[in-house]
C-alpha cells in the first residue's frame, strides 16, 4: 500500500533519507490532522467527490493508512496550523470568486504543493499553482513528489483523481523568479503568493527583486502573500524589505512546533507572516 509505493518510488531519495520526520501525527488534539486529511482528499478527488459524498469507510480506511503511513511530514502539519492563522489575521479572503491562483516562488523541491492547494482549495475552491523554482533538479524532484502523491490516493480508491485537470492542478516551472516580469506562462496576479524558507540572506539583490515583484502582483483586494523563514535575523530583514517595498505586514509569528535544525538559531518554517498591498 502507500508505504510500499513511498518506497519504490523515494527509496533513495536524499530528501527521505534527512533527518525529516515523514509523518503525520495523528490527532495531538488539535485537529489539524484530519483537517490536513480531508483537505487533501478533497483536492485529489477533483471536486467529484468531495469528503462528504464519499463511501464514509473508504475516507476512514484512506485516513487511517494515511496516519500510519510515512509520506507526509510533521512539519507539513505544523505548517498548516500557521497557515490558518496567518490566513485568519490577515482578514482577507483569496479566491472570493471560487478560483485561486497561486504563486509558489523558490518551492524547492516542493514538499508543501499539493498542501497549498489543498489548503487554499478548502470548501471546493479550484488551485491553479504554480510552483518555480532557478534549479531543474529541484522542480524535477518536486515533479515526482506530487505526482507520488496523487498516486498514493489513486491507489487508495478515491475517484476522480487525475493526471491533468489543468484547472486544479499543480505546473511546475524551473526559472530564475526575477525574469517573471513580463512572463507569458504565469498569470499577472495572484490571490495567493507563497514563499517557504525565502532566501533573502543568500543574495538581498535578487531577493528585493523577487519581493517587488510579488508585492505588485498580489491581487489588490483580497491577494496575500505569505512568507516563511528559517531564522530571526533573515526573517527580520525581509519583513523591513517588504514594508519599504509596499507591502503590509499583517501576521507575523513565531513557530510553536518549529523543528530545529542541525545549524544553530535554524529551525523550519521559525517563522511565518502574511503580507498584502499597503
Ligand atoms: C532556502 S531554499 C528553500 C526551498 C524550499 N522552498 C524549501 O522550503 O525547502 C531557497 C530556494 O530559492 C531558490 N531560488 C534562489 N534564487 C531564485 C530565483 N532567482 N528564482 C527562483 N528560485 C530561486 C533556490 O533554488 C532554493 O531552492
Known sequence: MPDELVERFFGVSEEFNQSQKLIILPGEGDGAGTDLLDALIEHFSDGEAGVSNLDPKLVKELREELERSSFFSGDMKHLWLMLEKALAKSGRA?????????????????????????????????????AMDLRDREIDKAKRRYSMTEALFQKAGIPGVKETDEQNTVEFVADDATHLVGYGQVP???????????????????????????????????????????????????????????????????????????????????????????
Request: aromatic share 10%; with cysteine.
Open 94 to 130: 483569496p479566491g472570493v470568486d471560487g478560483e485561486i491562483r497561486l504563486l509558489n516562488l523558490a518551492c524547492g523541491h516542493c514538499e508543501e504543493g499539493s498542501i497549498l492547494s489543498a489548503f487554499f482549495g478548502k470548501g471546493g475552491k479550484r488551485v491553479r499553482q504554480f
Open 188 to 278: 499577472n496576479r495572484f490571490d495567493v503568493i507563497f514563499i517557504r524558507h525565502q532566501n533573502l540572506w543568500h543574495d538581498r539583490e535578487v531577493w528585493r527583486k523577487i519581493y517587488e515583484f510579488v508585492i505588485n502582483r498580489l491581487d489588490p483586494e483580497n491577494g496575500v502573500l505569505f512568507i516563511t523563514s528559517y531564522f530571526d535575523r533573515e526573517h527580520i530583514l525581509a519583513l523591513e524589505m517588504i514594508r519599504s517595498l509596499g507591502g503590509k505586514v499583517v501576521f507575523s509569528e513565531q513557530n510553536p512546533n518549529t523543528r530545529e535544525l542541525d545549524y544553530p538559531g535554524k529551525s523550519t518554517d521559525r517563522h511565518v507572516a502574511a503580507i498584502v498591498q499597503s
